[in-house]
C-alpha cells in the first residue's frame, strides 16, 4: 500500500497545486454541503423546543384553571327520540320541511327535510347535538334548486 504522502512528494510542483486546490475544494464542499445545513437543522432543533417549552409551561399555568371547568353533559332524554326531534325541529322553525321521520331497528331515528335551508339545519343539528347528545350517524344532502335550500336524509342517534 502507498503513502498518500509519499505519492503527494512524488508529484511535480504543478501537479501538487492541483491536488492542494483540489483538496481544498473538497473542504469547503463539504462544509457547504454538510455542516451548515447541519448546524441550521440543529439551530431550528434547539428553536422548536424552547417553543415546546414555552407551551408547556403556559398549559401547566392554565391546567388548574381547566380543572376547575365542569364539563357539561347532555341531560337525559326525558321524551322519545321522535318526538325530541320534531318538537326541536319545530321549535328551529322547520316544522314545515320535517316530512317524515321513522325509527330505525338500531336505535335511530330516520328523518327527511325537504325544501329547508342548510344553515338552519345545520344550527338544529349543532343544538341537536349540544343540548341533547343527539348526532347524525348518516347524512344525504341534496341541493334543491335554489342556494341554500337542500333536501336531507339524516339518521340520527342518541348517545
Request: net charge neutral; proline share 4%.
Amino acid at each position: 500500500m502507498v503513502d498518500p504522502l509519499q505519492a503527494f512528494s512524488r508529484l511535480n510542483e504543478r501537479e501538487q497545486r492541483i491536488v492542494g486546490f483540489g483538496a481544498a475544494a473538497a473542504v469547503v464542499l463539504l462544509i457547504l454541503a454538510v455542516f451548515i445545513p447541519l448546524q441550521r437543522n440543529v439551530s431550528a432543533g434547539a428553536q422548536r423546543i424552547e417553543r415546546k417549552r414555552a407551551d408547556l409551561a403556559w398549559l401547566q399555568s392554565v391546567a388548574p384553571e381547566l380543572n376547575g371547568l365542569a364539563v357539561s353533559a347532555p341531560a337525559p332524554l326525558h321524551e322519545s327520540l321522535v318526538a325530541l326531534v320534531d318538537r326541536t325541529a319545530r321549535e328551529a322553525g322547520l316544522g314545515k320541511s320535517l316530512v317524515g321521520s321513522q325509527p330505525s331497528g338500531n336505535g335511530g331515528l330516520n328523518t327527511r327535510f325537504e325544501q329547508v335551508s342548510f344553515d338552519q339545519l345545520a344550527s338544529w343539528l349543532s343544538q341537536l347535538n349540544e343540548r341533547y347528545g343527539i348526532s347524525a350517524q348518516s347524512a344525504t344532502i341534496d341541493a334543491a334548486g335554489m342556494p341554500g335550500i337542500v333536501n336531507a336524509s339524516l339518521v340520527l342517534h342518541a348517545r
